[in-house]
């Protein structure tokens, strides 16, 4: 894991060129600039920013509304070409990549899945094995075991045959996150994942993701609000605001009680838990 | 888990085809001669399975020159209007969208509104100018809205619609003014073009021209079909899914427009068969598009096809407009499906 570019940043980061061969996904000095028509100035930029995820490594990536979370996602996922900089999958460019080859090595998990019409969670888990199939794609029977143990995986199993809009808020999410793993990835990208899930379900997605990450060596980029969640799943945070990457590290180092009132721009407490990772509570004005 | 299969896709066709089969034979039975149905069917398949080149000539003539050639007709219009009516839901990811809400059917009329009654051309060259002007008029259509309902480069869904809703009725409006403009005696020809129509002959060529069409534009369509799955579920997703999103909506909307203009132009407007067709085949087959397209096709040629029977026979000896047959049905239908799926 590296640095970025920023008014408080850590020091060494390495570059493509001495990338450690364990390194998974390089995202190396990438920019980006939006406009809504070329020919106006950008409304939106993103500053260098460079960060490595190993395999196996769950990487969260935090900030306030429209600070370039959600950009640096649709950038690894290929969505979206750099200004400048790389971002390299296994040594490949990810918006190079053919669309089938990289939904082949990389999958995401979005908020929610809207559907136009009902469809049973197997036919939805079973999308998942659209980029490894042929031309018309039937599914063949490998297809039905990946998307069978994907399901058992995230503890979905007993959902294959319910309707998709029938089922809990939590237990979609597991859904869309088995869909994913049908995928066999290697990179596993999830935009706020647990938005719109109870206390008690995101802890149990986020569970079954790092337990899931353990097992299969994924490498995982989550963007998420949820500061104390990422504090305690992720391995390494990259705090972003404004465009800019300010810091990325464990989360015992980024999470400073100074740099995250700047960045959240509010009270708060920070405090070091027994297992070393920190919690964040927010102080009432009079405190 | 029980996954769509070729052989699951192919039985369920067999068995479509089979009822489209009995449909036309049904189709052909009535009419102002009467012909045995039993003889009809027997006569049919031997044509079928190669074993008889000829239908009884008691009744030949008539089927051969008269009904077979507009049931054939009413089952690519009413294939190629349902097929285009079902990609264009996924594409546009709008359960609403069909080739009427596109607009591309009014364009069409419009053309061929200013060719037929306005050049006072020759009944056989009107033959080929007629659906060849609603043909391009569907094309310069789609071309517009095409270009409208692009935002930032990309085909946007919602502007798409909504651009084909506006080019469409100012093009209605264009309709109305045309035959306002026209002598009355040219009006009845007009309105029936309007309401449908599947009994004019058509040149052998046009025929052609639309058989060989209908199975291009289906197969580039069903190639599509299993990201057309992926795209119900939005673009992104599907972009993430391994779909080459800008290249699948190019191909489909192009094809889909292709098959609308070609039935518009050799059958006038037949609505609700790309709305309702597509809607009763998801009920019955479900959602994915590799069994739903076909299944689509066999659906709408089957109704087409009831549908005409029944506007040449329910008021014989005069006819109704197929197009006015498959509204009046169509309608509380949609009704029906709205509130069976909102219930």
């Known amino acids: ?287 | 888990m029980q996954p769509l299969t070729l052989s699951k896709v192919a039985v369920r066709c067999g068995i479509l085809a089979l009822i489209l089969f009995v449909v036309v034979v049904v189709a052909l039975k009535f009419g102002a001669v009467p012909v045995s149905l039993y003889g009809l069917a027997k006569d049919l398949i031997g044509v079928l399975i190669g074993r008889s080149s000829n239908i009884s000539s008691e009744y030949g003539m008539i089927i051969r020159e008269i009904r077979l050639p507009r049931i054939a007709l009413g089952i690519f219009v009413g294939a190629s209007l349902s097929v285009a009516g079902t990609s264009f839901q996924a594409l546009l990811r709008n359960p609403l969208a069909d080739p009427y809400v596109l607009g591309v059917s009014y364009g069409a009329a419009v053309l061929a509104l200013i060719i037929e009654p306005h050049l006072a051309l020759q009944p056989e060259i009107a033959a080929v100018f007629t659906p060849l002007g609603g043909f391009i008029g569907a094309t310069l259509t789609i071309a517009a809205v095409y270009l409208l309902g692009r935002y930032h480069g990309d085909i946007d869904s919602k502007t798409l619609l909504l651009s084909g809703v506006i080019v469409g009725s100012f093009f209605s409006a264009m309709i109305l003014l045309l035959i306002t403009m026209l002598p009355s005696s040219s009006t009845r020809g007009v309105v029936y073009w309007l309401m449908g129509d599947l009994s004019t002959p058509m040149p052998p060529i046009l025929g052609w021209v639309l058989r060989t069409g209908f199975f291009a534009g289906f197969a580039l369509i069903y190639l599509t079909a299993s990201d057309l799955n992926l795209l119900l579920a939005g673009e992104k997703e599907a972009m993430h899914l391994g779909v080459d999103v800008k290249k699948v909506q190019l191909v489909v909307y192009l094809a889909a427009s292709a098959l609308t203009g070609l039935a518009v132009s050799v059958s006038g407007s037949i609505g609700y068969v790309g709305l309702i067709v597509p809607h009763v085949m998801r009920m019955i087959f479900g959602t994915d598009y590799r069994m739903l397209l076909p299944a689509s096709a066999f659906g709408g040629a089957i109704a087409v096809v009831i549908a005409d029977t029944m506007a040449r026979t329910v008021a014989a000896p005069s006819e109704l407009g197929v197009g006015a047959v498959t509204a009046i049905a169509g309608a509380p239908l949609f009704i029906y499906l709205l509130r069976r799926r909102l219930a």
């Not at chain 1, 939006?34 to 969260?60: C, D, M, R």
């Not at chain 1, 075991?145 to 597991?174: C, F, P, Y």
């Not at chain 1, 070091?272 to 964040?280: A, F, I, S």
């Open chain 1, 1 to 287: 894991m590296s640095a970025s570019r920023g008014s408080v940043m850590e020091r060494g980061a390495p570059d493509g060129s001495r990338m450690n061969a364990d390194v998974r996904l390089s995202v190396e000095q990438v920019s980006y600039a939006y406009s809504p028509n070329p020919s106006q100035a950008p409304i939106f930029t993103l500053e260098a920013t460079s960060f490595q995820v190993k395999p196996g490594e769950i990487v969260g990536v935090l900030g306030p509304n429209a600070s370039g979370k959600s950009t640096v996602l649709r950038l690894i996922a290929g969505a979206l070409q750099p200004l400048s900089g790389r971002i390299l999958l296994n040594g490949a460019e990810t918006h190079l990549m053919e669309p089938r080859a990289r939904a082949q090595k990389i999958a995401m998990v979005q908020q929610e899945s809207q559907l136009l019409f009902p469809a049973k969670v197997w036919e939805f888990v079973l999308q998942g094995r659209h980029p490894h199939g042929k031309s018309l794609r039937f599914e063949n029977d490998d297809d039905v075991v990946i998307a069978t143990n994907a399901l058992r995986q995230v503890g979905a199993d007993h959902l294959t045959d319910r309707w998709m809009d029938e089922i809990s808020g939590g237990e979609k999410q597991r859904v869309i996150l088995a869909r994913a793993l049908a995928q066999q990835p290697v990179l596993l990208l999830l935009d706020e994942p647990t938005l719109h899930l109870d206390i008690g379900a995101q802890v149990d997605f986020l569970h079954t993701l790092k337990k899931l990450t353990a097992v299969n060596r994924y490498a995982v980029v989550i963007v998420t609000h949820e500061l104390n969640l990422a504090g305690e799943y992720a391995d390494q945070v990259v705090l972003m605001q404004k465009g800019k990457c300010l810091r990325v590290g464990t989360p015992a180092s980024v999470y400073q009680r100074d740099l995250l009132e700047q960045v959240f721009q509010t009270r708060l407490m920070v405090e070091q838990r027994v297992n070393g990772r920190p919690k964040v509570s927010v102080l009432e004005s009079s405190e």
